[in-house]
């Protein structure tokens, strides 16, 4: 296996990098500042830190601000506060008025492990994504996240990137390129296209292993920009491989799964077969206890590529 | 007022008890809140062993007293007191965190006896005691609502809202108190964002504010009196507490906030808690 690395470190590590290069950069937590790994930015550039306590409203609201005055503000808690605590303030403070503010929101997913459901953000991407002009970044290993943080930087409007608390394996081959709004597939097939994002990436990987020893072709597609999403690449593999798969570590309701089945009922009807969490809130247990109990794993995966190519023969 | 001695010996049998309990809980779960629940202790005996109307035997009993834990992650503190107090047996207390174990690492209402809000999320424990406490009074009903909040939960604007609203409603069947341990996650509240100061803002919110040593049982059961006794409006008793109480390597450490301690810091703990 992989060498394991958090995508909140590897968020830490740029912050600090672009800190450097970017003197408008400024970075506010909210009283988890070692978790969220921004604790190395408040170190070297203290005067651009600000920590606004448990007050999650209030640290949006400011980002808004200092967005508003010119200022590129990175935001971070964790994800079920991030998104949830303050919803309305990044709904009607961020999103509306369209300000440059970049949330970058660690522990989400049921990976979030023994600190139970409450912590566990299992609906922040359909938060995100409904929200009007919210680029929305699931990033899948540590490379793939310091390149979607540096492109947030340049990338204009509110950004979401959903970052996990575990070790995740480096699969990003060395010569990728993220890009807003671009999907990268892993691993090409004729079978079976899986779509994954975030930690399901991996699995996904895995998955496909495991169907080739079948002879089952599966393409592995990583989609880390759930939006805008690529609806033709989206379209184009369904249609070639007439049977689709979507992994997230996330409730299928509103995520990934759901972005993806409304381009394929818009544009590529074929069967679809979601893998998450099926709408139910998590709960305590280490983080590979809950992936296995909850069915995040290369074996439920690659049963779910069989039956949609199963489906597809009726 | 002078707790009978007899009564204080309990009391502080109880609490060492639950202390222990806390060190073997995290110890065994190799994850959770140590800090915050030895500082509550004291709070959460008085009221489980002393003040409170309850009984374990019917934890839906509709004339019970309800408590709230605001600060959820103090939730092996909550459990331990409850086991102690004959909810549910103390041989569970060891499942916390694990797969499947009734005990989550926030409490659920939904899964353990005596639990009476799930909670994890700071700062809305204070919402939900005063929607209790309206519905209580609504009924017509004797029996009180408690809260327990942390001096960095008071960074949240909801508690404010919720101080503003339960002195509006004139809540004085409401009684909240401050584990005023002086410590968040990041460092100490003051650094952090600086909530302070306590007792000016509470009493201009409207509400009677007691100040206590929140590791005296005599000086917690005193105030909790005489803020039974207050009428037409709600009381706060600050605790000044200690983070990490009972632990000489854990008091007033930032640090021990949410961290385990391994088998060599375990059995030091237990061999100071004895
Ligand atoms: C809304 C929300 N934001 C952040 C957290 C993460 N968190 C858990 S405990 C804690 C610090 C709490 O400090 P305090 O209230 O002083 O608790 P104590 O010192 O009594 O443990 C934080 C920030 C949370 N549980 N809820
Ligand atoms: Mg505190």
């Known amino acids: 296996m992989a060498e394991k690395i958090a995508t909140r470190d590897a968020y830490g590590e740029t912050l600090i990098e672009l800190g450097r290069e970017l003197k408008n950069l400024v970075v506010l937590d909210a009283d988890l500042s070692k978790s969220t790994k921004t604790a190395g930015f408040a170190k070297l550039f203290p005067e651009r830190f600000f920590n606004m306590g448990i007050a999650e409203s209030n640290l949006v609201g400011t980002a808004a601000g200092l967005a508003a005055a010119g200022k590129i503000p990175f935001v971070s808690t964790f994800a079920v506060f991030a998104t949830g605590r303050a919803y309305d303030q990044i709904r009607n403070s961020v999103a509306y008025p369209h300000l440059n503010v970049k949330i970058c929101a660690t522990h989400a997913g049921i990976t979030v492990g023994e600190d139970g459901a409450s912590h566990q953000a299992l609906e922040d ?117 007439k049977a689709v798969v979507t992994c997230e570590e996330h409730n299928i309701i509103g995520g990934l799964g759901s972005a993806v089945a409304e381009v394929l009922g818009e544009h590529c009807p074929v069967p679809l077969e979601r893998v998450g969490i099926n709408d139910v809130f998590g709960q305590s247990g280490t983080p590979a206890d809950l992936l296995a109990h909850y069915g995040l794993t290369a074996e439920k995966v690659a049963s779910a590529a069989e039956r949609a190519i199963a489906r597809k023969q009726l | 007022m002078v707790l009978d001695p007899k009564v204080e010996a309990q009391l502080k049998e109880k609490a060492l008890n639950i202390r222990r309990h806390i060190v ?83 409490p659920d209402m939904k899964r353990v006896p005596g639990v009476e809000m799930s909670t994890g999320s700071l700062g809305q424990g204070l919402s939900v005691a005063n929607g209790m406490a309206l519905a209580g009074r609504l009924d017509k009903a004797s029996w009180r609502v408690y809260a327990l909040l942390g001096d960095g939960e008071c960074e949240e604007g909801q508690i404010w809202e919720a101080a503003m609203a339960a002195a509006h409603y004139k809540l004085d069947n409401l009684i909240a108190y401050l584990d005023y341990n002086r410590l968040q996650i990041d460092g100490s509240i003051c650094a952090v964002m600086n909530p302070e100061p306590f007792p000016e803002k509470w009493k201009a919110f409207g509400w009677q504010v007691f100040t206590v040593d929140g590791h005296s049982f005599s000086e917690i059961i005193a105030a909790t009196e005489a803020a039974q006794a207050v009428q037409g409006r709600p009381s706060i008793i600050i605790c000044h507490t200690v983070k990490g109480k009972g632990v000489s390597f854990m008091e007033n450490e930032a640090d021990w906030h949410g961290k385990a301690p391994n088998d060599e810091q375990a059995n030091k703990a237990l061999a100071e808690l004895a």
């Not at chain 1, 999907?183 to 079978?191: H, K, M, N, T, W």
């Not at chain 2, 809980?25 to 005996?45: Q, W």
Request: proline letters at 6%; a positive charge.
């Open chain 1, 125 to 241: 991407i359909a938060l995100m994504r409904a929200l009007p002009g919210m680029t929305v970044i699931v990033p899948a290993d540590a490379p793939e996240t310091k390149q979607a943080v540096r492109a947030a930087t340049k990338h204009q409007g509110p950004v979401y990137i959903r970052l996990g608390r575990s070790g995740v394996p480096v699969i990003s081959p060395p010569d990728y390129q993220f890009e807003v709004g671009q999907v990268a597939v892993l691993r090409p097939g004729e079978d079976v296209a899986i779509f994954a994002c975030g930690i399901m990436v991996s699995v996904a990987l895995t998955a496909a292993e495991l169907l080739a020893q079948k002879d089952i072709r599966a393409e592995v597609i990583n989609v880390s920009t759930i939006k805008p999403l690529n609806v033709q690449q989206v379209a184009a593999a369904a249609a070639k491989t």
């Open chain 2, 24 to 106: 073997r809980m995290t110890h065994a779960a190799k994850s959770g809140h140590p800090g915050g629940s030895l500082s509550a202790v004291e709070i959460m005996t008085a009221l489980y062993f002393h003040v409170m109307r309850l009984d374990p035997n019917r934890p839906e009993w509709q004339e019970r007293d309800r408590f709230v834990l605001s600060k959820g992650h103090a939730a092996p503190a909550l459990y331990a007191t409850l086991a102690e107090r004959g909810f549910f047996s103390t041989q569970e207390l060891t499942t916390l965190r694990q797969l499947g174990s009734r005990l989550q690492g926030h």
